[in-house]
T-cell receptor, first 113, second 113 residues
């Protein structure tokens, strides 16, 4: 079982809706990540939080707003999304060490109508 | 220079056979090379990883071969089993760039019984 928990597993929203994706880990990791994955494609990095501070934003549109309330939680707030934003959104965490091993959650499958 | 090129895109192997997936990179600043396995509907999971100062690493039926001069690395799955049917992603990381992973395009492996 994954130690990175994502909710909800599935989300359907209209283009005018506001919703949030949530991610939680209890491994004591101090880095947390949001990735976007389209079908049959590799994960694409969106955001990285290091010690609860945003350290990397891969030029993601402002309709995606990340938040890291504490070292165990990571949210992704969604507003005014487009149908092309439909994808699997993956959360991951890692220690800030040389291993660089990322632990991924199972993802939230988002459909924008 | 950030690209990691992965081949083949898909692979069919008989049970008991050897699956071989190849990756190539250009950026010599990459310092960590993990392989992730992803089953449908699941997030990627770390399978095995190697550093550029090691030429080979074996864990059970999975072996990474690394050729630093050629800037290539490969995954060998020995005695392939139907349960190995999944998508495999190679990746590369530059620690100084915030532990950011660059993924290859993925290889869908189907092991026939």
């Amino acid at each position: 079982d994954t130690e990175v928990t994502q909710t909800p597993k599935h989300l359907v929203m209209g283009m005018t809706n506001k919703k949030s994706l949530k991610c939680e880990q209890h491994m004591g990791h101090r880095a947390m990540y949001w990735y976007k994955q389209k079908a049959k494609k590799p994960p694409e990095l969106m955001f990285v939080y290091s010690y609860e501070k945003l350290s990397i934003n891969e030029s993601v549109p402002s309709r995606f707003s990340p938040e890291c309330p504490n070292s165990s939680l990571l949210n992704l707030h969604l507003h005014a999304l487009q149908p092309e934003d439909s994808a699997l959104y993956l959360c991951a965490s890692s220690q800030l060490s040389n291993t660089g091993e990322l632990f991924f959650g199972e993802g939230s499958r988002l459909t924008v109508l | 220079q950030q690209q990691v090129k992965q081949s083949p895109q898909s692979l069919i192997v008989q049970k008991g056979g050897i699956s071989i997936i190849n990756c190539a990179y250009e950026n010599t600043a990459f310092d960590y090379f993990p392989w992730y396995q992803q089953f449908p509907g699941k997030g990627p999971a770390l399978l095995i990883a190697i550093r550029p100062d090691v030429s080979e690493k074996k864990e059970g039926r999975f072996t990474i071969s690394f050729n630093k001069s050629a800037k290539q690395f490969s995954l060998h799955i020995m005695d392939s089993q139907p349960g190995d049917s999944a998508t495999y992603f190679c990746a590369a990381r530059i620690k100084a760039a915030g532990n950011k992973l660059t993924f290859g395009g993925g290889t869908r492996v189907l092991v026939k019984p």
